[in-house]
C-alpha cells in the first residue's frame, strides 16, 4: 500500500541556517504530495503541495520538488526563522484515493535564536 | 469565510463510554474527513464523508463511525472507549464538486478535540 517515510526529529536549528527535511513515498500511480506544518495546540495547515512529477511547491520560503525518479519529496528553506518551529508532516493522496492523506510520522523542527 | 469548527476542543470520558465529536466544515466545502492523531500512530485517516455518504475508509474498527448531514456538519462516534483512543481528533473539509474528482484539492484542517480516555 501507500505509505510515507520522513526523517526523524527532533531537527534543532540556529536562525538562518538552511533547513532540509527528507521525505520518500511508496505509491502505486501519480499521486499528489503535500506539507503540512503543525504549530503548538492547533491543526493542520497546508505549507506547499506537487501534483505531478518535477513540479516545485513552494511558500513561505519552503520549497520541495515532486521526484518521481526518487520517489521524494524533500522540503527545503534557505534561512529559518524561530517562528518555524513547528512539525512538519510529508503526506500523499493517491490517485484513487479522494480525500485520504497518508502522513509521515512528522519532524519536529526546533530553531534556537 | 469562518474555517473548520470543532466541538468540543476538549474531552474527559472513562472506558466503556461513548462520545460524538462534532465538525462544522467551511461553508461551501462538501466533503470532510476525520484524522486520529496519536504520539505512536502518528496521523491515521478515519474516514471521508461527502453528500451525507461515507465515500472512503481507514482502517479502523467498527466502534468508530460518522455521519454527515445535509448541510455537510460531520460527527463521528465512538463507542465502548478503549485507552488507546486517547488522541488529537482532526476533521478536515475540502472543496469538491463531484467524488472522485480533484484529489488534489487543499484539505483544511480544524484545531481538533482532544479525546482523553481514563
Known amino acids: 500500500g501507500n505509505s510515507v517515510t520522513q526523517m526523524e526529529g527532533p531537527v534543532t536549528l540556529s536562525e538562518e541556517a538552511f533547513l532540509t527535511i527528507n521525505c520518500t513515498y511508496t505509491?502505486?500511480?501519480?499521486?499528489?504530495l503535500f506539507w503540512y506544518v503543525q504549530y503548538p495546540g492547533e491543526g493542520l495547515q497546508l505549507l506547499l503541495k506537487?501534483?505531478?512529477?518535477?513540479d516545485k511547491g513552494s511558500n513561505k520560503g519552503f520549497e520541495a520538488t515532486y521526484r518521481k525518479e526518487t520517489t521524494s519529496f524533500h522540503l527545503e528553506k534557505g534561512s529559518v526563522q524561530v517562528s518555524d518551529s513547528a512539525v512538519y508532516f510529508c503526506?500523499?493522496?493517491?490517485?484513487?484515493?479522494?480525500?485520504?492523506?497518508?502522513f509521515g510520522q512528522g519532524t519536529e523542527l526546533s530553531v534556537k535564536p | 469565510k469562518a474555517g473548520v469548527t470543532q466541538t468540543p476542543r476538549y474531552l474527559i470520558k472513562t472506558r466503556g463510554q461513548q462520545v460524538t465529536l462534532s465538525c462544522s466544515p467551511i461553508?461551501?466545502?462538501?466533503?470532510v474527513s476525520w484524522y486520529q492523531q496519536t504520539p505512536g500512530q502518528g496521523l491515521q485517516f478515519l474516514f471521508e464523508?461527502?453528500?451525507?455518504?461515507?465515500?472512503n475508509k481507514g482502517n479502523f474498527p467498527g466502534r468508530f463511525s460518522g455521519r454527515q448531514f445535509s448541510n455537510s456538519r460531520s460527527e463521528m462516534n465512538v463507542s465502548t472507549l478503549e485507552l488507546g483512543d486517547s488522541a488529537l481528533y482532526l476533521c478536515?473539509?475540502?472543496?469538491?464538486?463531484?467524488?472522485?474528482?480533484?484529489?488534489?484539492?487543499?484539505?483544511?484542517f480544524g484545531p481538533g478535540t482532544r479525546l482523553t480516555v481514563l
Open positions: 464523508y461527502f453528500s451525507e455518504t461515507q465515500r
Open positions: 505509491a502505486t500511480g501519480y499521486p499528489s
Open positions: 503526506a500523499l493522496s493517491g490517485s484513487n484515493q479522494g480525500g485520504k492523506l497518508i
Open positions: 461553508s461551501g466545502h462538501r466533503s
Open positions: 478536515a473539509s475540502r472543496e469538491l464538486r463531484g467524488i472522485g474528482t480533484a484529489p488534489y484539492n487543499e484539505q483544511f
Open positions: 506537487a501534483t505531478k512529477a518535477d
